[in-house]
């Protein structure tokens, strides 16, 4: 029981800041300047990992953008297809 009880407690320890969060956004604080904190008390402020064929494939559209870029070959370069082979241009 005391396992139990103390995971509760730890997946709901911030739940008094959310609810502080959202009682602040009731009185009418703005939403941009609560969303930082809601998306902390959630949890949800955890690092990303970025996809690297996502970025190298972001990265070639921002350097070429005078360069016509199809959705097929932006799947391409990503390797986000398997139907779509970039040898077989």
Same mark, same amino acid.
């Given at each position: 029981?005391?396992?139990?009880?103390?995971?509760?407690?730890?997946? /709901?320890?911030?739940?008094?800041?959310?609810?502080?969060?959202? =009682?602040?956004?009731?009185?009418?604080?703005?939403?941009?300047?609560?969303?930082?904190?809601?998306?902390?008390?959630?949890?949800?402020?955890?690092? /990303?990992? =970025?996809?690297?064929?996502? =970025?190298?494939?972001?990265?070639?559209?921002?350097? /070429?953008?005078?360069?016509? /870029?199809?959705?097929?070959?932006?799947?391409?370069?990503?390797?986000?297809?398997?139907?779509?082979?970039?040898?077989?241009?």
């Amino acid at each position: 029981m005391a396992i139990a009880q103390a995971r509760f407690v730890m997946q /709901h320890a911030n739940e008094v800041r959310y609810l502080e969060v959202l =009682a602040a956004l009731r009185e009418g604080r703005p939403w941009r300047d609560a969303r930082l904190d809601v998306i902390s008390a959630l949890g949800l402020d955890a690092p /990303h990992r =970025a996809d690297a064929r996502i =970025a190298a494939t972001l990265k070639l559209l921002r350097e /070429h953008p005078d360069r016509p /870029h199809g959705l097929n070959q932006v799947a391409q370069r990503a390797k986000l297809s398997p139907w779509l082979d970039p040898s077989a241009e």
